[in-house]
């Protein structure tokens, strides 16, 4: 079984200033460069044929570059039970019809998403019961969070490797937006 999800690759220049960002909220595991990303869809736990019958189907998917900008901060979660912090994307049509043929690649090679609504973010820390003022005041402190255009011309699928400490992702392949 491997575990594997969609996604944008941030930039290291809107990475490096992202993980500026990354401090105010004691006990946050925040994310490193290379772990900075848009999901598109998350596939879960799946075996090596249903993995390559996704390959496949995601190496079809067709689609114009285009381009996004991240804005805005927020969190999931409320009061004690806020799990993660992030960085927002604009809405995005172009980003939506992708996360789209993502998910409908998935459903036609046999995997059974979980139906959400499309919410697309990086997130920048996961949390475990941190203080919500300390959290409210971080949400304020970079509300006006705006970055320049990103210039999407690729996404790829990724593995996650878990260990007790961490995850690592893994881009395993991309695909070119043409």
């Not at 909220?25 to 848009?38: E, F, K, N, Y």
């Not at 998403?113 to 697309?120: F, G």
Request: overall charge negative; hydrophobic content about 40%.
């Amino acid at each position: 079984m491997i575990r594997l999800f969609a996604a944008l690759e941030i930039p290291e220049e809107v990475g490096l200033t992202l993980q500026r960002r990354q401090q105010g909220i004691p006990g946050a595991r925040w994310h490193p460069l290379d772990m900075l990303h848009v999901t598109l869809a998350f596939f879960g736990d799946i075996g090596e044929a249903t993995a390559a019958d996704l390959d496949s189907g995601l190496s079809t998917v067709q689609a114009e570059p285009f381009e996004i900008t991240l804005e805005g901060v927020g969190a999931f979660g409320e009061g004690d039970d806020i799990r993660a912090v992030w960085a927002g994307v604009a809405e995005n049509e172009a980003l939506n019809r992708l996360a789209g043929r993502c998910e409908s690649v998935a459903r036609r090679s046999g995997l059974k998403l979980e139906h959400k609504a499309y919410r697309p973010h990086v997130t920048l820390a996961y949390t475990r019961r941190p203080d919500p003022a300390r959290v409210a005041a971080w949400i304020q402190g970079h509300n006006l969070l705006k970055s320049p255009p990103i210039r999407i011309t690729w996404f790829g699928l990724y593995s996650s490797w878990q260990s007790h400490e961490s995850s690592r992702y893994e881009l395993e392949r991309e695909y070119p937006l043409t």
